[in-house]
């Protein structure tokens, strides 16, 4: 009953990868929003959207291969192997959601 | 040093401990029904209230579909079709569809995770009389005749005070909001409750799906309900005291009122959605006999879904004039978000294939289920193509399209929910000649109803109008959709009389009667008070043993916990991850206490509406009075030391560990109120960037020494908390560390007060002065409510139930001081940032 269990704080990493993403949409967003409203330069905007974009996306797949690549230690139980499974996982649908969504930053027109 | 207890009887048999339990748990009869705090007889509750809402607002729909069924209909009139309109709309989602699913909640969750109740009773309670005092309000308003009249997203400024001059729009934002309040209580309650207190030996990944989807479910809601929350505070505070956040003409703007509704509007199609899909991912494997193909993929695309939902709220907001690029990224976003639902869909339909499935009625309505969200799904992926929803937009696609997903994914699920737990409730089963014919009913008329809504709108009638001309080309699809509206209500309306059927002479059926392998199914039925006479243990080589075999070894007392102790209503709290027991709690006993706080809280809302402000903050006083007094009685009241809990184990009472449920809720509350707050620095920046009226030679002034005398009393408190806390650790006297506390903190408040007199322009010429006092306000009363912290825990340590060992309390503190005092900085940098800010609107083109 005393055995070595997955701390507690590790549930984060659940939402770890999506995080980025939110953290992708309200920065991206803002940004789009701020330049649009003081007349910024289409290709300074572009620019600075495309480095926040990849930006997010390296930290998401730093943290995927990261985690990835990190063994669980046995004595943690099968509660460790699914959470990491379960945490990588969701670090590849983030970075596929990162890109499907807020790939529009790259090609679209800024501010129309 | 463990204090001595009760020694537990050894080897009780099951009728004997039957009757310790029910002593200790059980409710009482007559008006001590009313001190109710136990979750089955809640969620019981629940059930019933929301379905009685579910009538009313169903009867409101039939309304308006007698109104359109013929051209220029004079059934109602303009003014009446808008309340009944709007009713329906708030009626369904807020007073039915969200404390539904919560009801199935609280009543199944404990159940499922095999534990015997939720961590916080009393907050069950007082959120359930919440709910019911809300819901009355809003109730009691369309008797009255000034029922909301603005549908059920409150745009503004129709919903302004120029616009709405009567009370209809303060019912909605105040009924509403104290709903609101009785769901975010009942969210903290589930997840602290899944997270700490499930069976022993079930770690997360033993954890039935139900569990995850639940957690998910209602993390969600913690994030998702506290921008409505601020939109409806702010949106009052303007109607009652003229601050003008979404008033144009002084710089507020309608769309922010938007923004906040929508931020919580889209997520909550999910929270409504995916306990129902953890109801089918239940049920699913027991009628297909045979596992849940994909535990873990769908475990992955329930947070997928939930984060996705949040990001694509402006979906919602395609026509009101954001750039095409913005958009992009929610259209993108709307379309993604039908992959997880579709990694589900794949999951149940390859449990299906792969299993043996066997034909119930539950699975008539799952089918049933199949089909409403497939349709309703892909006119979601047509709405989020941008082109396609500027011409749908407003139109009655969308209303077909919501009820497709909302009410298509809420009620088949729910019907087949209630008929495969039913017999769990009852100890009976359903008359079949009576509840097959319902579902084709019900199947029927649903769609007759709502799929010609798709052509109507495809003809261009827009949603909300009272009467049309009839020259328009949509005379038979409304006919026939009010054909159809009357169709699904007698198939309810069977359905309705065969459950009281079967609840009267339904046959009796065996334990266990799906064969189904949760632990709900492990106790009697209908459940007895205390849900598990002894709490089972589950891990390797245990998980095959049947609910129904399981069901008579945990009634002998064969589990933990099996027996009675000093009179306590005694479960197991368990470690986050592995599940191992890491603590006994001890859950109050029944109590008027969250009737009677309720009360004062709906009195409180009730002042506000009639605009007796002073009586209302009496009212607010005597309710934060009563918190403060229920915390007085909670915990033990001395030390007990690891308490046997069978098996040879034992463990402390959760009044002397690091991880008790308090802890875990209070990290809920801050989370729900960082997203509040998080809101509300959102709705300054979108003001500036986004309202009209905000010119730079507006200089706003904020007293520096004021803000920072704000910002060094706030550091004072976290530092005399902390002061407190090693203070009582080392066996020291922690009252004056706790004096110096409250002292920063009245301090604090002072200057915020002052501050708020000081804020220039003045918070009702302008928007930036109204955000720049809420910003402040927001501090203030943070640091009051910090008061109440420091005043409960001098009260407490006089009490006895504050020693070295039982730290809860002033660990509770300094978490909260430490938030205060974080946010506060957050807040008051951004108040002196404020001119700053607006000095380089001077710069846009």
Partial sequence: MNGRAVPPRRLWLLAAGFLVWCSALVVLYALHAIGCAFGWQAGALRWSLAIVLFVHLIVIAWMWRHLATARPEPKLGQAAVFLQTVVVWTLIAALVATVITFAPSLVLKTCI | ?845
Wanted: hydrophobic residues 55%; contains cysteine; positive net charge.
């Fill in chain 2, 1 to 845: 040093m463990s204090a001595s207890v009760e020694q537990p009887p050894q080897g009780a048999p099951a009728l004997r401990l039957h009757r310790q339990l029910v002593k200790i748990w059980a409710t009482g009869p007559g008006w001590q029904r009313l001190a109710a705090v136990n979750h089955s007889v809640i969620g019981l509750r629940m059930v019933i209230t929301s379905f009685v809402f579910f009538a009313i607002g169903g009867i409101l729909g039939m309304l308006t579909r007698v109104q359109l069924a013929t051209p220029n209909g004079d059934f109602m009139d303009a003014e009446t079709y808008n309340q009944v309109f709007t009713m329906h709309g708030s009626m369904m989602l807020f007073l039915f569809a969200i404390p539904m699913v919560e009801s199935f909640a609280v009543y199944l969750t404990p159940k499922i995770l095999g534990t015997r109740d939720f961590a916080f009773p009393r907050l069950t309670a007082y959120g359930y009389w919440c709910y019911l005092l809300g819901g009355t309000i809003l109730t009691v308003s369309l008797i009255a005749r000034v029922a909301p009249d603005s549908g059920w997203f409150m745009y503004t400024p129709l919903s302004s005070n120029v616009y709405t001059p009567g009370v209809n729009a303060d019912v909605w934002l105040l009924g509403v909001t104290f709903v609101e309040i009785s769901a975010l209580s009942l969210a903290m309650e589930i997840v602290v409750s899944v997270l700490k207190m499930r069976a022993p030996g079930m770690s997360l990944d033993r954890m039935p799906i139900f569990g995850w989807y639940i957690l998910v479910t209602a993390m969600m809601m913690i994030v998702a309900f506290p921008p409505l929350i601020l939109g409806s505070i702010l949106l009052e505070i303007e109607r009652a005291f003229g601050l003008p956040f979404f008033d144009p003409t002084r710089g507020g703007s309608a769309l922010l009122w938007q923004h906040l509704f929508w931020l919580f509007g889209h997520p909550d199609v999910y929270i409504i959605f995916l306990p129902m899909a953890g109801a089918l991912s239940t049920m699913i494997p027991v009628f297909a006999n045979r596992p849940l193909v994909g535990y873990r993929a769908i475990v992955v695309a329930i947070i997928a879904l939930a984060f996705l939902s949040f990001g694509i709220w402006v979906h919602h907001m395609f026509t009101v004039g954001i750039p095409h690029l913005a958009l992009a990224f929610f259209s993108a976003g709307s379309a993604i978000v039908a992959v997880p639902t579709a990694v589900q869909f794949f999951a149940w339909l390859a449990t299906l294939a792969h299993g043996k499935p066997r034909w119930d009625l539950p699975m008539l309505y799952i089918f049933g289920f199949f089909f409403v969200f497939t349709a309703g799904g892909l006119t979601g992926v047509m709405l989020a193509i941008v082109p396609f929803d500027w011409q749908a937009h407003d139109t009655y696609f969308i209303v077909a399209h919501m009820h497709y997903v909302v009410a298509g994914a809420l009620a088949f699920p729910m019907m087949a929910g209630f008929y495969y737990w039913l017999p769990l409730l009852t100890g009976r089963t359903a008359a079949y000649r009576l509840a097959v014919p319902a579902f084709w009913l019900i199947f029927i008329g649903f769609n007759l109803t709502f799929f010609m809504m798709h052509l109507t709108g495809l003809l261009g009638m827009p949603r909300r109008v009272f009467t049309y001309n009839g020259d328009e080309g949509w005379d038979w699809l409304n006919l026939l959709s009010s054909v159809g509206s009357f169709v699904m209500t007698i198939g309810f309306g069977m359905a309705v009389i065969d459950i009281i059927v079967q609840l009267r002479f339904g046959r009796r059926v065996r334990r266990n009667p799906w064969n189904a392998t949760t632990l709900e199914w492990a106790m009697p039925m209908p459940p007895a008070p205390y849900a598990f006479a002894s709490i089972p243990r589950l891990g390797p080589g245990k998980e095959q043993a049947a609910p129904g075999q399981l069901a008579l070894s945990l009634a002998r007392g064969e589990g933990y916990l099996g027996f009675a102790r000093n009179g306590w209503q005694e479960t197991l709290g368990v470690h986050m991850t592995s599940g191992e027991p890491d603590q006994v709690i001890v859950l109050p006993q029944p109590t008027y206490l969250p009737l009677v706080t309720a009360l004062f809280t709906g009195a409180a809302v009730l002042a506000m509406l009639f605009k007796l402000y002073l009586l209302s903050l009496a009212m607010a006083l005597v309710t934060i009075g009563l918190f403060v007094l229920a915390g007085q009685r909670a915990g033990l009241g001395r030390d007990y030391g690891p308490l046997p809990i069978g098996h040879g184990a034992s463990v402390p009472p959760h009044t002397e560990v690091a991880s008790a449920p308090p802890w875990l809720a209070l990290i809920c509350v801050l989370v729900a109120d960082g997203t509040l707050f998080t809101s509300l620095v959102f709705g300054t920046f979108y003001l500036w960037i986004a309202a009209p009226h905000w010119p730079a030679n507006l200089a706003p002034e904020a007293s520096r020494v004021l803000a920072l005398g704000v910002i060094v009393a706030l550091v004072i408190a976290a530092v005399a908390a902390r002061g407190s806390l090693r203070a009582t650790s080392a066996g020291a006297r922690a009252q004056g560390w706790i004096g110096l506390a409250v002292i920063a903190l009245l301090a604090a408040i002072a200057a915020a007060v002052g501050l708020i007199g000081s804020v220039t322009p003045h918070p009702h010429q302008h928007a930036l002065g109204a955000t720049a006092a809420a910003l402040i306000g927001f501090v203030a009363l943070h640091a009051g409510i910090g008061l109440l912290f420091l005043i409960s825990n001098l009260l407490r340590i006089h009490a006895g139930f504050i020693s070295p060992r039982r730290l809860t309390d002033l660990r509770l503190s300094r978490l909260w001081l430490d938030y205060t005092t974080v946010t506060g900085i957050i807040a008051l940098g951004l108040v002196l940032a404020l001119p700053a800010l607006v000095a380089t609107l001077g710069a846009r083109p």
